[in-house]
């Protein structure tokens, strides 16, 4: 009698009770998966929070890079094109009857394998999220310092390195709020500042009318320069729409079922987020760029100048809005290296666990943060550097479709150069 070959269901051992609850326990402490009870208004304000960043004050100067013609289509492209690769992440999240993609990575492993997402999709989300964090730092000290220098400028000039370590000490603090549901608060907070600088900054250009000598032709005077020119501006707009790589996490805090699933309530937050977006940064962009023309500074506040205390008002919303920032873009990192510990290592889950790797977190992004005027020189030596690339992924025997465009861009700020990373 021949003998039948076994199957991988006679390898396969369900697991045990206790092997369930130890799950659940640990789901239940991890950041993303510990609390769904959010509304569809969590998910209006943390993508605004996440989209709306430093970068929109930049946009008049890529507008000046592209021109009028080239620089509204691509606004316009940009924000049609990314509600879209939005929408298809939203309906993704979902898209296995009884799964739901929480992470990031793990849609990246239901289309590429186990091991092949984990290689393809983590190394890029941490350049992304880990690099926002850094650049954010940056963001936070020098606005704070541009708030000193204006409040106080009869006072002794403060190195930007304390500047940063003031702003890092506030997430010394917040980091230590469990979930994307308990920093809500912040959240909300950073994204009526982010709305609120972005007002200042086109009604402080209005104010100050259009400039006497305003020209809208290239800087550069030779073709490669505007070439050049022309390419980084696509990384300053790629950087400007930003936060597709936190959208499954967020929606991974609302409720779900088989009759209200979550892409219901997580759709109508983006496109609320989208309409504020909209009112953010089409004004900026293209009043700014109509008042000051190709003179117009890589950062609108810094060509306005005055009334000051109008400019004093918006560095602060910029320093409450990086902080909310900092802390959504945080969130995913946390969860990662938390599961690592818990799920690899078998570290049991605890405060104190999460009280050591938090704080080494947010004092390896200040370290780096204070050194980048180091870097500062090195990247001023090639000048700028913009890359913008799509990433198109649709492997038919997994049933999956997304598209998600990532940025890198280099950009020459006044006081030395920053290294924006995006994801939109």
Known sequence: ???????????????????????????????????????????????????????????????????????????????????????????????????????????????????????????????????VCIVYMVTGGRSLKKFHDLVCSTCKQIKLTYFIMIFASVHFVLSHLPNFNSISGVSLAAAVMSLSYSTIAWAASIH??????????????????TVFDFFTALGDVAFAYAGHNVVLEIQATIPSTPEKPSKGPMWKGVVIAYIVVALCYF?????????????????ILISLEKPTWLIVAANMFVVVHVIGSYQLYAMPVFDMIETLLVKKLHFKPSTTLR????????ASTMFVAICFPFFGGLLGFFG??????????????????????????????PTGSALYLASS
């Open 283 to 299: 004004p900026v962009a293209l009043i700014g760029y109509y008042m000051f023309g190709n003179k117009v500074e890589d950062n």
């Open 355 to 362: 009280f050591i790797t938090r704080n080494l977190y947010v």
């Open 384 to 413: 700028g550097f913009a890359f913008a690339q799509q990433l198109t992924f649709s492997p038919a025997s997994f049933g999956l479709q997304s598209t998600n465009q990532r940025g890198l861009a280099f950009h020459g700020l």
């Open 208 to 225: 100050k009318g259009r400039q006497p000598d305003v020209q809208y032709g290239y800087k550069a005077t030779t073709t490669p320069g």
């Open 1 to 131: 009698m021949g003998t039948q070959a076994r199957t991988d269901e006679d390898y396969t051992h369900k697991p045990t009770d206790e092997q369930l609850a130890k799950q659940k326990a640990i789901d239940d402490w991890l950041p993303i998966t510990s609390s769904r009870n959010a509304k569809w208004w969590y998910s209006a304000f943390h993508n605004v929070t996440a989209m709306v960043g430093a970068g929109v004050l930049s946009l008049p100067y890529a507008m000046a890079e592209l021109g009028w013609g080239p620089g509204v289509a691509i606004l316009v492209l940009s924000w049609v094109i990314t509600l879209y690769t939005l929408w298809q992440m939203v309906e993704m999240h979902e898209m296995v009857p009884g799964k739901r993609f929480d992470r990031y990575h793990e849609l990246g492993q239901y289309a590429f394998g186990e091991k092949l997402g984990l290689y393809i999709v983590v190394p890029q989300q941490l350049v992304v999220e880990v690099g």
